[in-house]
C-alpha cells in the first residue's frame, strides 16, 4: 500500500525480540516495555518492515553478561524473585535493588527480561562487526545507567557496554553519544580508563527546587572522566549540561555544533547512538521541549557520517510520543518519509487519538506539553559550546 522499497546504500536491520514486551515494573512504575509493543505497531503500520533485515535475537547469556558484569552480582540478579526477594538483606540493598525510590525494583521474570534486551544490543554489534548492517537498531536497549555491580535508575545489565565491548573486537576507536534526558554515567564509568572509547552525553543538569539533583546527579561540564595525566582515558569523556525547556532550534544547534567536532576530532571507526526519549516535550520524566523531528535530527546529523552506526533506545515515559519517535528514526535511517496521518489499521491506535493523545497523527507539536519555561539562553548555551570545544583540547595529547 505505501509502496516502499528498500533503498539502496544503506542496509539497516531491526534486532527485536517481542518478548520483552510482557515484562512490567509495576503499575505506576513509569518504565513502560508496552512502549516497545507501540514502537512495533508503528513500524509495522508504515511498511518499515520491507526496507530493514528482521532478527529475533536470543537472550543473551550468563557468559556474555560476565563480560562486563561481576559474578556474585549476575547470580543475584539470576536468581532474585519477588517471592524471595528480602528487602532488608544487606545484598539486595547493596546490588540496587528496592530502597525507598524503588527504581529498580524486583518483578516477575526480571532475569528473562535483562537476557532479551542484552541480547538485541549484542545481535545488532554483531551484524555490524560482520559487516551485515551499516546501521543496526535495538529500541528495547540502551540501559546507560546501570554499573558492573549494581542496578541504578531502571537499569540492571548495562547492553551498551556489553555491545560496546563486542564493537571493540573489530574496531579502533568508538564514539557513544547519548541524548536521554538522564547523563549517561554507567557507560562513561565503564570505559573511563579507555582512549577507545570516547563518550559525549547531552543532559539536564541541576538542582531542584526540593533541593534533589536532577538524576543521576553527575555529568557537568568540567567532568571528563580522570584527571590523571597518566590515565588514558582522560579527556575521552565530554558532558554537557542542559537547563529546563530547551527548544528545537537551541538543540539543534548544540548537538550539530559539538557532535561534529567530536566526531572529527575522534574519527570513531563506529558510532552508537542512545536515543533515550524522554529528551522529548511533554515526557512524563524528562525537563526538554524537543519535538520528535528535533530529536530526529540527531539520527540523521550521526548517519551523515556514514560511520557503522548502533542506534538504540533508553528511557522514554510517554509511550505513544516514544513510539512515534522511534518509528521517525527507524525511517530516517531507511531514508524515508512516512506521511503525517497514522495508518488506520494500527492495533492500539487509540493510544494516539484524540486531542490529549497527539489527534491521530505521527507528529503532534510536542513544545510545551507539558510546560517547562526554557531557562537556557542564548548566551549560556554559546559558552557551553566554547567550553565543550576547549575541552576537546585534550585529545591533541
Ligand atoms: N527519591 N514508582 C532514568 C532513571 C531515573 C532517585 C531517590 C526520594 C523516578 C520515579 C518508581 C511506582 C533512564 C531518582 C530518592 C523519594 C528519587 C527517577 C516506582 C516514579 C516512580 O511511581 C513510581 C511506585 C518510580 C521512580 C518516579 N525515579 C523518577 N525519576 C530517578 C531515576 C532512566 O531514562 O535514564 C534510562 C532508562 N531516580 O531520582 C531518587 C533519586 C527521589
Ligand atoms: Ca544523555
Ligand atoms: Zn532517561
Request: with cysteine; proline share 5%; charged share 20%.
Amino acid at each position: 500500500q505505501y509502496g516502499l522499497e528498500k533503498p539502496r546504500g544503506y542496509n539497516v536491520s531491526f534486532h527485536y525480540n517481542p518478548h520483552v514486551e510482557y515484562h512490567h515494573f509495576g503499575s505506576s512504575h513509569p518504565m513502560k516495555p508496552w512502549r516497545l509493543t507501540l514502537t512495533k505497531q508503528l513500524v509495522l503500520a508504515y511498511g518499515l518492515e520491507y526496507t530493514m533485515d528482521l532478527y529475533e535475537p536470543r537472550p543473551a547469556t550468563m557468559d556474555e553478561l560476565q563480560v562486563f558484569h561481576d559474578r556474585d552480582y549476575l547470580s543475584f540478579l539470576s536468581q532474585v524473585t519477588p517471592q524471595n526477594a528480602k528487602p532488608d538483606d544487606p545484598a539486595y540493598l547493596s546490588f540496587g535493588f528496592g530502597g525507598e525510590s524503588n527504581d529498580c525494583p524486583v518483578f516477575d521474570g526480571l532475569w528473562n527480561y535483562v537476557s532479551i534486551y542484552s541480547g538485541a544490543s549484542m545481535s545488532a554489534a554483531h551484524n555490524l562487526n560482520n559487516k551485515q548492517s551499516d546501521i543496526a537498531i535495538n529500541w528495547s536497549g540502551g540501559l546507560h545507567h546501570a554499573k558492573k555491580n549494581l542496578a541504578s535508575g531502571f537499569c540492571y545489565i548495562n547492553d551498551i557496554v556489553l555491545a560496546i565491548q563486542l564493537l571493540l573486537t573489530q574496531n579502533q576507536r568508538v564514539l557513544y553519544i547519548d541524548i536521554d534526558v538522564h547523563h549517561g554515567d554507567g557507560v562513561e564509568a565503564a570505559f573511563e580508563s579507555s582512549d577507545r572509547v570516547f563518550t559525549l552525553s547531552y543532559h539536564k543538569f541541576g538542582i531542584d527546587r526540593n533541593g534533589y539533583p536532577f538524576f543521576p546527579g553527575t555529568g557537568n561540564i568540567n567532568e571528563m572522566g580522570p584527571t590523571d595525566p597518566a590515565n588514558r582515558g582522560k579527556g575521552h569523556s565530554l558532558n554537557i549540561p542542559i537547563d529546563d525547556g530547551i527548544d528545537d532550534e537551541q538543540y539543534k544547534w548544540l548537538f550539530k555544533t559539538v557532535t561534529g567536532a567530536v566526531i572529527e576530532k575522534y574519527n570513531p571507526t563506529a558510532i552508537v547512538l542512545q536515543s533515550g526519549a524522554d529528551s522529548l516535550g511533554g515526557d512524563r520524566l524528562g525537563r526538554f521541549n524537543l519535538n520528535i523531528k528535533a530529536h530526529g535530527f540527531c539520527v540523521e546529523t550521526v548517519k551523515s557520517y556514514g560511520r557503522p552506526l548502533l542506534l538504540i533506545g533508553g528511557g522514554g515515559y510517554t509511550p505513544r510520543n516514544v513510539a512515534r519517535t522511534w518509528c521517525h528514526e527507524t525511517a530516517v535511517c531507511v531514508g524515508t518519509e512516512l506521511h503525517n496521518e497514522l495508518p488506520s489499521h494500527i492495533p492500539y491506535i487509540q493510544a494516539f487519538q484524540g486531542a490529549e493523545n497527539g489527534g491521530g497523527i505521527l507528529y503532534p507539536d510536542l513544545h510545551n506539553t507539558k510546560r517547562h519555561d526554557n531557562l537556557n539562553t542564548q548566551d549560556n548555551l554559546h559558552k557551553l559550546v566554547t567550553q565543550a570545544l576547549e575541552n576537546l583540547r585534550y585529545l591533541e595529547g
